[in-house]
């Protein structure tokens, strides 16, 4: 009896030991994805007030990343509003603690509004383009900076991306075309 009584002891001993193992790894495995389900609701909530901002345009580009509490907004916008108005929006969102606000605002300039107005036309007059000016929140941005553009958002397909680039870049007084358009990929 005394040999069986000692394997139980050391079985149990053995499992005393690994149990808080055990117990370590399940809830942690839970708060991981506890964590990733409120990033992504976070992320989504980011979203939809940055989409809702009055002000924001076209001509102005917001984007956003969440690393737990923290959301860091980056992006160029006309006016300094319209940064205060995105930082507000979003440090209300429940579960963020933080908002890094690294928006910057692009020096006013109407030689650079004269050329949004002309890039936004040379884009969305094009029957290709058109369908992406309609929609409630237009997917491509059009960023000016000293006569310098850059295109950023996201397209159907890569001749879409193309000709928007050429597009902007036709346009008279424009120094240079960057063309950040993302094409969204097919499912």
């Given at each position: 009896?005394?040999?069986?009584?000692?394997?139980?002891?050391?079985i149990?001993?053995?499992?005393?030991?690994?149990?808080?193992?055990?117990?370590?790894?399940?809830?942690?495995?839970?708060?991981?994805a506890?964590?990733?389900?409120?990033?992504?609701?976070?992320?989504q909530?980011?979203?939809?007030?940055?989409?809702m901002?009055?002000?924001?345009?076209?001509?102005?580009?917001?984007?956003?990343?969440?690393?737990?509490?923290?959301v860091?907004?980056?992006?160029?916008?006309?006016?300094?509003?319209?940064?205060?108005?995105?930082e507000?929006?979003?440090?209300?969102?429940?579960?963020?603690e933080?908002?890094?606000?690294?928006?910057?605002?692009?020096?006013?300039?109407?030689?650079?509004?004269?050329?949004r107005?002309?890039?936004?036309?040379?884009?969305?007059?094009?029957?290709?383009?058109?369908?992406?000016?309609?929609?409630a929140?237009?997917?491509?941005?059009?960023?000016?900076?000293?006569?310098h553009?850059t295109?950023?958002?996201a397209v159907?397909?890569?001749?879409?991306?193309n000709?928007a680039?050429?597009?902007a870049?036709?346009?008279?007084g424009?120094?240079?075309?960057?063309?950040n358009?993302?094409?969204?990929?097919?499912?």
């Amino acid at each position: 009896m005394r040999r069986i009584s000692s394997g139980f002891s050391i079985i149990a001993l053995c499992l005393l030991m690994v149990a808080p193992v055990w117990a370590q790894s399940a809830p942690a495995d839970q708060s991981s994805a506890g964590n990733q389900r409120m990033q992504e609701r976070i992320s989504q909530d980011v979203y939809h007030q940055l989409a809702m901002l009055p002000q924001l345009s076209i001509f102005d580009n917001v984007s956003y990343s969440v690393n737990g509490s923290t959301v860091t907004l980056i992006g160029k916008v006309r006016n300094a509003v319209l940064k205060s108005e995105a930082e507000d929006a979003v440090k209300h969102i429940e579960g963020v603690e933080t908002v890094n606000n690294q928006i910057q605002i692009l020096p006013p300039s109407p030689n650079d509004d004269a050329i949004r107005r002309q890039v936004a036309r040379a884009i969305f007059n094009d029957n290709r383009l058109f369908p992406y000016s309609v929609e409630a929140v237009p997917p491509i941005h059009i960023i000016v900076n000293g006569g310098h553009v850059t295109l950023d958002g996201a397209v159907n397909s890569q001749a879409d991306k193309n000709e928007a680039g050429l597009r902007a870049n036709s346009v008279p007084g424009v120094f240079s075309v960057k063309n950040n358009l993302k094409v969204a990929s097919s499912k």
